[in-house]
């Protein structure tokens, strides 16, 4: 009599414990491949595809609070400009018809680059965007982990268990979920701090855009210019991370040991974190951007 209520209540248990894992692991390997979708999605995005109403603040900041202060930058680097053409000739004995013809073109450019400010900064990240897109449709198709299949094996696994380890496996299951969550929550905010920073990059473009005409003063906007390039590709460098990371997830093997399995996801969930952490650094570094 009393065999078979323990055994009722071992079987219990036994439910109660597997459908808690169950519930886990499936939560937990949704929310990766929607975080892993959820990137690919977001580093695509250009800057007024992503939220057309802080672009449109931003453009409106820029035009109205930054272009004039660009425009006394375009006439102090002018007058330098003609002042240092004038002197250099063997103070003003050797001028020639050619010098202001290349006067008036610097000034033409210059104009014409501040007015465009946003066009040029724009089809930066267009490039950027086909670029990842690009990347995207290679990547795709390997970064869904399927899912059926891990649950079946864990499954297989859970049955020859006995009701200590599935207390124990429910536990460790609990944690890397919850560690996960508080890892997609990062990893949206590095995602997210990095529009914001393109969006603060962007609102100031026609101070250093007004500098470019002239060979002193054009470093900061040279400078600033790798510096949209190195923003533009940190997003290739997001969607190798997602690829890279979803490779190394799905090759991790549940039958052998699902311990070791589980917190291999965590771990390899913390290397994407910071993986994408590291791609401002690397993709400035590489374009040389200060």
């Not at 459908?19 to 990766?32: A, E, W």
């Not at 450019?109 to 490039?127: E, G, H, K, R």
């Not at 020859?160 to 929550?185: D, F, N, R, W």
Request: net charge negative; hydrophobic share 50%.
């Amino acid at each position: 009599m009393f065999d078979g209520i323990f055994e009722a209540i071992e079987e219990w248990m036994r439910q109660l414990l597997t459908g808690m894992i169950m519930s886990n692991l499936t939560t937990m390997f949704t929310d990766v491949n929607e975080k892993t979708g959820e990137i690919a999605a977001q580093v695509g995005q250009t800057p007024q595809g992503w939220n057309g109403n802080i672009f449109s603040m931003i453009q409106n900041l820029s035009s109205s609070v930054i272009v004039p202060i660009a425009g006394m930058i375009i006439t102090y680097v002018l007058c330098y400009e003609l002042i240092s053409m004038l002197t250099e000739k063997n103070s003003m004995h050797e001028m020639d018809t050619w010098m202001f013809f290349r006067y008036f073109f610097k000034m033409w450019v210059a104009v014409y680059l501040v007015s465009n400010t946003f066009t040029i900064t724009m089809a930066v990240f267009d490039v950027g965007q086909h670029v990842v897109n690009a990347a995207g449709r290679s990547i795709s198709s390997q970064t869904a982990i399927n899912i059926d299949s891990m649950i079946a094996t864990m499954n297989t696994v859970m049955e020859t268990m006995e009701i200590g380890e599935l207390a124990v496996l429910a536990m460790e299951t609990m944690l890397v979920s919850l560690c996960m969550k508080i890892l997609s929550v990062l990893i949206t905010v590095v995602m997210f701090g990095r529009m914001i920073e393109i969006y603060l990059y962007t609102s100031v473009a026609p101070i250093p855009f007004a500098t470019l005409s002239n060979r002193e003063w054009g470093q900061v906007g040279n400078n600033y210019f790798r510096g949209l390039l190195a923003l533009g590709f940190q997003g290739f460098f997001m969607m190798v991370c997602v690829g890279i990371y979803a490779v190394l997830v799905s090759s991790i093997r549940i039958s052998s040991n699902m311990h070791s399995a589980l917190f291999g996801v965590a771990a390899y969930t913390v290397l994407l974190f910071f993986s994408l952490q590291r791609t401002s650094s690397l993709s400035r570094s590489i374009f040389n951007a200060h």
